[in-house]
């Protein structure tokens, strides 16, 4: 089964996986956003992040190759009142448009190898406006150990040495380790290892 079929297969359950609610550490980032602007959500999924970023004031793109899941982000716009764009296409090969968003955030998008994972952070520096804000979040290799949601490679987990490489040419760089109890739908719930990182091209 490809990697999009198995995510077709998991969205297509009545229920949001991940919640309704944005995740924790974007909403902790909430200053740091501008007042308007464009805003991209890589592998979106359900819409919970992009939807809360709309909310914000922003016009969010929301990124993902599911169909199923994007049914679900356009429901939760219309129950919250907001409207988002939905693209459908795989985040490894999309043409991230030159300094077109003020804002990309990459929110638990783990299921990318190391190859594509390059590339995938090759669009955020490509897609982000000079002085534009990055946020991401994602689980770290102690992770494995909790079993609580995330991939079961070691390859596809964050370090902060690897994030620091991949977003050297960055400034305001801020990077944050910790475990912690999370409560974002069943298929995040658990003592989590997680890493999260602000930053601005």
């Not at 406006?129 to 991939?151: A, D, H, M, S, V």
């Not at 370090?159 to 040419?169: H, N």
Request: with cysteine; glycine share 8%; aromatic share 10%.
């Amino acid at each position: 089964m490809s990697e999009q079929d198995t995510w077709e297969s998991r969205y297509s359950v009545p229920e949001f996986i991940f919640g309704r609610e944005p995740n924790y550490f974007l909403q902790s980032c909430r200053e740091l956003l501008p007042a308007s602007g464009k805003a991209l959500a890589i592998a979106d999924g359900e819409g919970r992040n992009g939807v809360w970023l709309a909310e914000q004031g922003l016009s969010v793109v929301c990124l993902d190759f599911s169909e199923s899941a994007q049914r679900k982000a356009t429901s939760l716009a219309k129950e919250r009142g907001v409207k988002i764009d939905l693209v459908r296409a795989d985040i490894h090969s999309w043409s991230y448009p030159p300094e077109a968003f003020d804002v990309v955030i990459d929110i638990f998008t783990q299921f990318s190898s190391p190859t594509e994972r390059l590339k995938k952070w090759q669009g955020v520096h490509n897609t982000l406006k000079p002085g534009g804000l990055f946020i991401l979040q994602g689980y770290t290799p102690r992770q494995l150990q909790f079993n609580t949601g995330g991939p079961k490679k070691i390859e596809n987990l964050y370090t902060r040495q690897m994030l620091e490489e991949a977003f050297r040419d960055f400034h305001d760089v801020r990077i944050v380790e910790e475990e912690r109890e999370m409560r974002e739908g069943p298929a995040h719930s658990g003592m989590s290892a997680v890493i999260g990182l602000t930053a601005r091209r």
